[in-house]
């Protein structure tokens, strides 16, 4: 594990008296490996060879050939895994604008400083930096896997499982689990779904992976059924998935032969699939498996166009706020209005909501202000092997009675 003394830290500023000085500064404060550069382009060059790319970045806004954002811009497009720390002399709301376009791209933001530096404001933000998780670690290598290789990883049994947990925010009673797959590849390690789901779907291979992910999915149910862990276990489906009629039917017979209640499964579809062309098919085969009791779920709310009209027609039993309207939303106006919005919307229609991206006590306590039934994220529990799930019940429950949870003292 990097100790925090050991943390690459990169200055980019145009001033090179700001430059000596943040040095100074991080210098004293026990920080030995500190670069600095005055302009994007040398910054871009240390970040391309992985002994020098930093952990963390300290990014002045305003340089006059490159500047802040389109240096992010170009952090993005090459899948920078450290944090970022803004610092400017603008002003709170053009720093605030440009800490949303950060987060919008996914970076980790540490916080932002305003010009003159204050040291003690300096060292405030570099205490919340942690080491990347391996979960959030982009592939060093963006291969594009061939069609061939997918299909022999699910010949393989290469794909496996791992499961999410959802939990009241009202009690923190563990209620289910989202099943999330991930591809054990034997040379490139651990793959996540965004690098093949669509392979998959573009590939008629999106059936065949669905099965694979259920019946690992529905066999795990049944173990913790049967060791009195009553969970809901959601799998997620895709459009393509929901193309012909036959995958109700194998859904319905996989679940029979478990000897599952259809009640304890739900089936996720993200929302700004659902609006898209043709949707008369999905909405039969949604609205059948519905009807035998499967529980529903609209995925990624916020990020599609869906109206009221047309969420009234399907007959959704649940709602997942996308974690980009609930991490931060405690302190962001415009990602609160959207929170707030979908959280009402949701709840003038019966349904049940889950709020995704749940990262740390801020966005738990929005939750429990705000009335939201069911929280999901790295602040509960990563997703986690189905081996590590025990274990992790209990560290929740220890959690729970040490009332790290604000509300359970
Ligand atoms: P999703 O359904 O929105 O799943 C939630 C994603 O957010 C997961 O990424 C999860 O690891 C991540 N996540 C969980 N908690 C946090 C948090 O606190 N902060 C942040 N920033 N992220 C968090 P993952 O596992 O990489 O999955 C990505 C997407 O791949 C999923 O998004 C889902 O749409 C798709 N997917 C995963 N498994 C399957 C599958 O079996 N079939 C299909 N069709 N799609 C799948
Ligand atoms: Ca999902
Ligand atoms: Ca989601």
Redesign the pocket.
Known sequence: MQSASHIKILILDDDTFMLKLLTRMLTKQGYATVSSCDNGVDALKLIDHADTCPDLILLDLNMPDMDGIEFVRYLVDRQFHGSLILVSGEDERMLRTAEKLVHAH?IPMLGYLHKPVNPDKLSEIMKKWEPPSL??KPQPNKKIYRAEELQSAISNHELM??Y?PKVSVATGEVIGV?????WHHPTDGLV???RF?GI??ENHL?NE??AF?LTDALAQAKIWHQSGLTLRVA????MD?LTSLDFQDLVVNMVTEAGLSPQKIVL?V?ESQLMGADTRIPLEILTRLRLKRFHLSI??FGTGHSSLAQLRDIPFDEL?I??GFV?RAWTDDTLRAIYDASLSMAKQLGMEVVA????DQNDWELLRRTGCDLA????IS??LQAADFSNWMEEWQNRLRNGLIAGFL
């Open positions: 996914k979960e959030n499982n791992y999410q989202e099943t999330l797959v991930r996540f779904p965004d789901i998959a779907e999106i992976l669905t992910v799998i997620n489906v895709s998935n996720e993200t995925d990624d997942k996308d974690q991490h995704e991206g749940v990262e999901q994220g790295n602040f990563r997703p």
